[in-house]
C-alpha cells in the first residue's frame, strides 16, 4: 500500500500492506492513539485505498475516486461525527439506514466514526448492530484516542490499527515537506514539543501561519487607512469577504487593538500590542487624526458586535468599506 502520508509507524504501514496484499483489507478497523497522531490520515489513506479505481498500489492518489476522498467530498465516504461532537444512537441508525442504499459512484461505502471512545452504549449497541449485519460492500473505520472505552464486542469485530508516536527526526522530516516556508529552527522545536504527536507541531505551525496572515493584513488595513485611497480600500475589503467570518472577527479585533496603538504611538507614548512586522504602518497610522483612529476603531468595534448575529462575510465587509470610506468624505 501507498501510505506515505503517514508519518512513522513503519511495522503498521508493513501490516496493512501485507494484509492488503494477501486476503485484502479488513471491513472494519479500529484506528486508536493519541490526539495528533495519525488516526485521520491513515482513515482517509484506507478509505482512499477502499474505493480507488486506479492502478497499482492503493491508493493510487491520482483516480478521480482518491482525488475526491482526499479532498473530503466522495460520496461512498460518510464521516460521522467529525464536528467533534459526541455520536448520537440516531447518527449511529441513521448510518445503518444509509448503509443499505448501494455506493453512488464505486463499489464500496467507507464510514468513519469519530471518537468511537465517547460513544454511549447505546450508540455504539447500534453500531455494533451495523457491524454485525451491514451489507458486504460497506467498510467501517473506527477513531478512538482510548480503544478501551470501546465496547469489547466492537473491539472484537474490528481489526486493530494502533497508531505510535513518531520520532523527532520523522515529525521534523513531515513538517519540511508540508510547512517549507518556515524556518529549520521552528520545525525543530515544533518537533521536539510535539513528543509524536505530529498533528500537535501542525496545528502548531497552522495556527501560526494563520497568525502572520492576520498579522499581514491588518498592517495593510492600517495602510489603506492612513494611504486614504478609497478605491483601493474597496477593492481589499472586497478581497477580505474570501475570509471566514471568525477570520474576519480576528482582524477586526486585532485592528482595533492596533487602532489604539496607532493613538497611543500618536502621543508619544509606547505601542503595547504591535508586533515588529505591524510597527511601519502603525507609524502610517499614527500619523492620522486621532478623531479619525477613534470613529474608526468605534466602527470595527460595531461590526465585531454585528459577526455575532447573522451578519455574513459578504455584508460586514461592505459595511467596512463604506464605514471607512464614508467617515472619509
Ligand atoms: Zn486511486
Sequence with gaps: MKLDALAGNAALKEQLS?????RGLSH???????????KRTLARLLAAA???????????????ACKKVLGGIHPDVIQVGADGKDISVGQAREARADAYIRPNEGERKVYIFHNAQDMTVAAQNALLKLLEEGPAYAAFLLLADNPGSVLTTIRSRCEGAALTPVTAAEAEYELARRFPQTSREERHAAARRCGGLLGQAVAELEGREAGDQLSAACARFLELLAGR???????????LEKWDREALVSLLERSQALLRDALALGRGAPALTAAPGELPALRKAAELEPQRLLQTAELLDKLRKDAAFNVNAGQLCGALAAGVNGGQL
Excluded at 18 to 22: D, F, M, Y
Excluded at 50 to 59: A, D, I
Design 18 to 22: 501485507a494484509q492488503e496484499k494477501g
Design 28 to 38: 472494519a478497523y479500529l484506528i486508536s492513539g493519541p490526539a495528533g497522531s495519525g
Design 50 to 64: 477502499m474505493v480507488c479505481t486506479g492502478g497499482g498500489e492503493k491508493p493510487c492518489g491520482s483516480c478521480n
Design 229 to 239: 485611497d478609497e478605491l483601493e480600500f474597496a477593492a481589499w475589503c472586497v478581497e
